[in-house]
């Protein structure tokens, strides 16, 4: 049902999971934890999903907040669960017992904790909101909170891999020209002339490391290639199918 990163793991007063899509109860091509409020599920099942997350984490029913997540670089400071979700991609919070969840399906669900000050974040990244700077955002809020970016442990879990996220030449032109050193990002793809795969994890773990965060991890698990345990945005276009299930990873902070 859940994954944990050690490097998150051995923090004192800190509780994590990127969340499968296995132990919950919805069906056909959200089964069976789907925690996307914005999916065709029925309601009533996402909040049955959700209320278990949160169980998983030891908090109360109702304190997990997300967002509405936009693809931009918009960090928000939550200090409760959000009566309506604001348009973000990334939280940040010091308040006890409040669970931060992002939601993907292929982008990169990043976790951040600084344990010595107290203060975790949680950001979407999928490539617009990488490449316009989510991760440095979620940063600078958390060092409103009172975090030391040197202090910080950020994880990446399971996102989309190289081998599957094949991109066009005006996808790789935007990146280059951004940063030339982005070009090592990317390989020529085996299957279609001009198109490249493109290398999320390694991108957004790269942004990570210079932008000071003191310990940088990656879980190394594709959304894609794996059915069983993901949901895939890419995967479910493939398959022509009509929507997808969202994946739900979460940090807070014990009381």
């Given at each position: 049902?859940?994954?944990?990163?050690?490097?998150?793991?051995?923090?004192?007063?800190?509780?994590?999971?990127?969340?499968?899509?296995?132990?919950?109860?919805?069906?056909?091509?959200?089964?069976?934890?789907?925690?996307?409020?914005?999916?065709?599920?029925?309601?009533?099942?996402?909040?049955e999903n959700r209320r278990r997350m949160t169980e998983r984490l030891g908090l109360a029913p109702g304190a997990l907040a997300s967002l509405y997540q936009i693809h931009s670089a918009e960090c928000?400071?939550?200090?409760?669960?959000?009566?309506?979700?604001?348009?973000?991609?990334?939280?940040?919070?010091?308040?006890?017992?409040?669970?931060?969840?992002?939601?993907?399906?292929?982008?990169?669900?990043?976790?951040?904790?600084?344990?010595?000050?107290?203060?975790?974040?949680?950001?979407?990244?999928?490539?617009?909101?990488?490449?316009?700077?989510?991760?440095?955002?979620?940063?600078?809020?958390?060092?409103?909170?009172g975090a030391a970016r040197g202090r910080i442990t950020a994880v990446l879990g399971p996102t989309i891999g190289a081998a599957a996220y094949e991109v066009g030449p005006e996808f790789r032109a935007?990146?280059?020209?951004?940063?030339?050193?982005?070009?090592?990002?990317?390989?020529?793809?085996?299957?279609?002339?001009?198109?490249?795969?493109?290398?999320?994890?390694?991108?957004?773990?790269?942004?990570?490391?210079?932008?000071?965060?003191?310990?940088?991890?990656?879980?190394?698990?594709?959304?894609?290639?794996?059915?069983?345990?993901?949901?895939?945005?890419?995967?479910?276009?493939?398959?022509?199918?009509?929507?997808?299930?969202?994946?739900?990873?979460?940090?807070?902070?014990?009381?």
């Amino acid at each position: 049902m859940l994954l944990e990163a050690p490097a998150l793991s051995v923090l004192p007063g800190i509780r994590h999971a990127f969340f499968t899509r296995q132990g919950g109860v919805s069906d056909g091509v959200y089964a069976s934890l789907n925690g996307g409020l914005g999916s065709g599920d029925e309601p009533a099942r996402v909040a049955e999903n959700r209320r278990r997350m949160t169980e998983r984490l030891g908090l109360a029913p109702g304190a997990l907040a997300s967002l509405y997540q936009i693809h931009s670089a918009e960090c928000v400071i939550a200090e409760a669960p959000f009566a309506e979700r604001p348009q973000a991609d990334a939280m940040a919070t010091r308040v006890p017992s409040l669970a931060l969840g992002i939601l993907t399906a292929d982008c990169g669900p990043i976790l951040f904790a600084d344990p010595e000050n107290r203060v975790v974040g949680a950001a979407h990244a999928g490539w617009k909101g990488a490449l316009t700077g989510i991760i440095e955002a979620t940063l600078d809020a958390m060092e409103r909170l009172g975090a030391a970016r040197g202090r910080i442990t950020a994880v990446l879990g399971p996102t989309i891999g190289a081998a599957a996220y094949e991109v066009g030449p005006e996808f790789r032109a935007r990146f280059v020209e951004a940063d030339p050193e982005n070009a090592g990002r990317f390989a020529p793809s085996p299957d279609r002339p001009d198109h490249h795969l493109f290398d999320l994890p390694g991108y957004i773990t790269r942004r990570l490391r210079r932008a000071g965060v003191g310990t940088v991890a990656d879980l190394g698990l594709c959304t894609y290639g794996d059915a069983d345990r993901f949901f895939s945005y890419r995967r479910t276009t493939h398959r022509r199918e009509a929507d997808y299930g969202r994946l739900v990873s979460a940090i807070a902070l014990t009381p």
